[in-house]
């Protein structure tokens, strides 16, 4: 089992930044491929990003394509905790944000472990 926490969720006006970070544990954090996805009332849960197990090379990344560009994914395997910086923002990504993680860097995206999430909010 793989238990996930996030944080860093708030409120911020348009334009603004958010860090978003996931602590994990009960598995070797650099096994695991790390993720991000978010919920907007009424909508279903969609992918954000993630980021591989690839510790040579930062982890290899990959990013819906309504965030390329404005937020970008990172990890501190020394610190077991994966982050989701969040530049430019709009109301349209306003939602509840879900820290994930899965052994395997699966086509389809999914994920096995999932955490809490935390609200995000952008006020136009």
């Known amino acids: 089992q793989v238990q996930l926490v996030e944080s860093g969720g708030g409120l911020v006006q348009a334009g603004g930044s958010l860090r978003l970070s996931c602590a994990a544990s009960?598995?070797?954090?650099?096994?695991?491929?790390m993720g991000w996805f978010r919920q907007a009332p009424g909508k279903e849960r969609e992918f954000v990003a993630r980021i591989s197990w690839s510790s040579w090379s930062g982890g290899s990344k990959d990013y819906a394509d309504s965030v390329k560009g404005r937020f970008a994914i990172s990890r501190d395997n020394a610190k077991n905790t994966v982050y989701l910086q969040m530049n430019s923002l709009k109301p349209e990504d306003t939602a509840v944000y879900y820290c994930?993680?899965?052994?395997?860097?699966?086509?389809?995206?999914?994920?096995?472990?999932w955490g809490q999430g935390t609200q995000v909010t952008v006020s136009s």
């Open positions: 994930a993680a899965t052994p395997y860097y699966k086509p389809d995206r999914r994920f096995d472990y």
């Open positions: 009960g598995r070797t954090f650099s096994s695991l491929v």
